[in-house]
């Protein structure tokens, strides 16, 4: 009697919907405690072949039961537990526990037959991982409600396939890896469409798709068996190559590919233009077999495949990785450092001498750096990171005032001592350099006039409109300007009569051939003329030795700065050496 009531629960569940189910309750509750471990067989046999949690919860006596997957996913005591609200208060996220306790609340009154509800319950990391719960509830002959049923499924899991490419997605990809005990023998390639954001803005999310399954297409259309795509994140896609023997084969199928994504683009007219870069991984480049190292490694490659200009294929390179991963953990190490006031940063000065008297005119301010164990980090370990990082904001701030702060001192015994400072592009474009300076200058009442700028020249610099402005805002506040590196890279006059700088500072480089050819000995003196008829000052960089001086003190130039006086150096050796002497 028993099993076909159990039947006829299942089979009422099953089919047409109704606002509640009921049982036969009798006075023992013999028959609520069969229906709970039937729905929980049934429970047991269904999760066998379905990804989702089911759940079976006995309200009557306070006990719940859910797939055992659950117990490896979230924080439950196990896959059977009492003091249902306890664990509940603990697996769901804080934020969400109230919004559960509502619509409990209805169920259990009976005011309410179906849980529909999407909330966070907290992973076995304490990760918060949002769900979609549904349910309903089951009640006696006499209207109580006894039991509830219903399945969970986590709804931010990311998709085995995609629909849109019409291919499997990193999902599968990720445990087709998991099936093999060790690397195998393979080539992973990873492919980007280039500039897939611009086809999106251009002519619409829906041609982006119909692109993205054209490109599958193509890839598809080249592969052999043993080689196998999936669409990974956005406009990626992942070839797991199990045929290759040697890196060309890899080559010859991603040319083979590009060449199959460009006859499609020559078919469809020229509609949309993009091409594909690829970064390749093989199982030598791997050192465990393990799905994060292979996505890590192989996005890697691609990003500098599409950093050296794209549409082209580049394989792993572990001493390139290593310098990646280097610089990573300088930029977090910097990071660190700026969050505790700037520890670890140091500002040295370097002399700027006045030609003939040898008296001290200037001193550049230069940052150095000391990681954790106090070693000193050489500057192109370090700058980079700084301004890829956006970090150089906050200390070229640091800078201004650190300097600025030296600049006072020193003036307390030479009035007309002036600090020179650098400003990188980066700072320029990324913050108000202009306020930062001009509010440091205020706030240590100095003189616009004892604060030189130094930029570099490049190609843009006259071209560029926010450094332009910069520039003659600076000018007519009164800070000195100065054009730096003159005589390397791009070094162009016209920058002399645009920018009209106060002072040229001829690099070391440009210097050295001055020193070792008469040609360039020649042409560095008829600059330092020309810029003197035009009332620029000069500083010449890097010398070195006695004779140097010699030789380009002979030109006429107004400063010098080198090594001959001076190495950088910390502002306290700074001014014994340079302030304080008699």
């Known amino acids: ?251 010859a199928l991603y040319s083979n590919i590009r060449y199959h994504v460009a006859e499609h683009i020559k078919e469809h007219e020229y509609e949309a233009l993009y091409t594909l870069s690829c970064g390749v991984i093989s199982d030598a480049d791997l050192e465990t077999l393990d799905y994060e190292q292979i996505t890590k490694l192989s996005q ?95 200390v070229g701030r640091w800078i201004i005032d650190t300097a600025l702060r030296a600049c006072v001192e020193c003036q307390k015994i030479r009035p007309d001592f002036k600090v020179s400072i650098n400003f990188s592009y980066v700072q320029i474009l990324k913050s108000s350099v202009y306020e930062d300076l001009t509010s440091a200058i205020e706030k240590y009442h100095l003189k616009p006039e004892s604060v030189i700028v130094e930029l570099t020249e490049s190609g843009y610099l006259a071209r560029n409109a926010i450094v332009t402005k910069l520039w003659r805002k600076l000018k007519e506040y009164g800070v000195q300007m100065a054009l730096d590196d003159f005589g390397t890279g791009y070094s162009n006059l016209i920058n002399l009569s645009q920018m009209q700088p106060d002072i040229l500072k001829i690099d070391r480089e440009f210097t050295c051939k001055a020193l070792n050819s008469d040609y360039e000995h020649q042409l560095l003196k008829q600059i330092i003329e020309m810029v003197h008829s035009l009332n620029i000052k000069e500083v010449v960089e890097g010398i070195e030795e006695k004779d140097e001086l010699d030789r380009i003190t002979a030109m006429g130039p107004d400063y010098i700065q080198g090594y001959y006086y001076s190495k950088p150096c910390p502002i306290d050796d700074f001014m014994d050496k340079f302030i304080d002497k008699e």
């Open 1 to 251: 009697m028993k099993d076909k009531m159990i039947s006829q629960e299942l089979l009422e569940i099953l089919g047409e919907p109704q606002e509640a189910i009921t049982h036969e309750h009798t006075s023992d509750n013999e028959g609520e405690k069969e229906v709970f471990l039937f729905f929980e067989r049934a429970a047991e046999l269904f999760s066998t072949c379905m990804n989702d949690y089911l759940y079976v919860w006995d309200l009557e006596h306070d006990v719940y039961y859910i797939t055992e997957r659950a117990v490896a996913r979230f924080d439950l005591p196990s896959n059977v537990f009492q003091n249902v609200d306890e664990v509940h208060k603990r697996v769901v996220h804080p934020d969400d526990y109230n919004l559960l306790l509502t619509d409990m609340s209805e169920m259990r009154s009976g005011r309410k037959f179906w849980h529909n509800l999407r909330y966070r319950w907290m992973s076995v990391n304490q990760e918060p991982v949002w769900i979609n719960c549904q349910g309903r509830t089951i009640r006696s002959e006499d209207g109580k409600v006894f039991l509830m049923i219903g399945c969970i499924n986590e709804i931010g899991e990311k998709k085995k396939a995609d629909n849109v490419s019409g291919l499997l997605g990193e999902v599968t990809f990720q445990e087709q890896i998991k099936q093999f005990h060790k690397m195998p023998r393979c080539y992973i390639l990873r492919l980007g469409i280039d500039d897939f954001k611009n086809i999106n803005e251009t002519l619409g999310i829906g041609y982006g798709d119909h692109v993205l399954f054209d490109v599958a297409t193509c890839i598809t259309d080249c592969l052999e068996p043993g080689q196998a795509v999936y669409r990974m994140t956005s406009d990626e896609f992942v070839v797991f190559d199990l045929i290759s023997k040697t890196k060309e084969d890899a080559k």
């Open 300 to 394: 890697f490659s691609l990003s500098r495949a599409k950093e050296r200009g794209k549409n082209q294929l580049v394989f792993f390179d572990r001493e390139d990785y290593d310098t990646f991963v280097a610089n990573r953990q300088m930029t977090r190490n910097l990071r660190k450092a700026v969050s505790k006031e700037y520890q670890g940063f140091e500002l040295y000065f370097q002399p700027i001498m006045r030609v003939g008297s040898e008296e001290i005119f200037a001193a550049e301010a230069l940052l150095r750096y000391r990681d954790a164990e106090g070693t000193l980090i050489p500057p192109y370990r370090f700058i980079d990171q700084l301004e890829e990082s956006g970090l150089i904001v906050p």
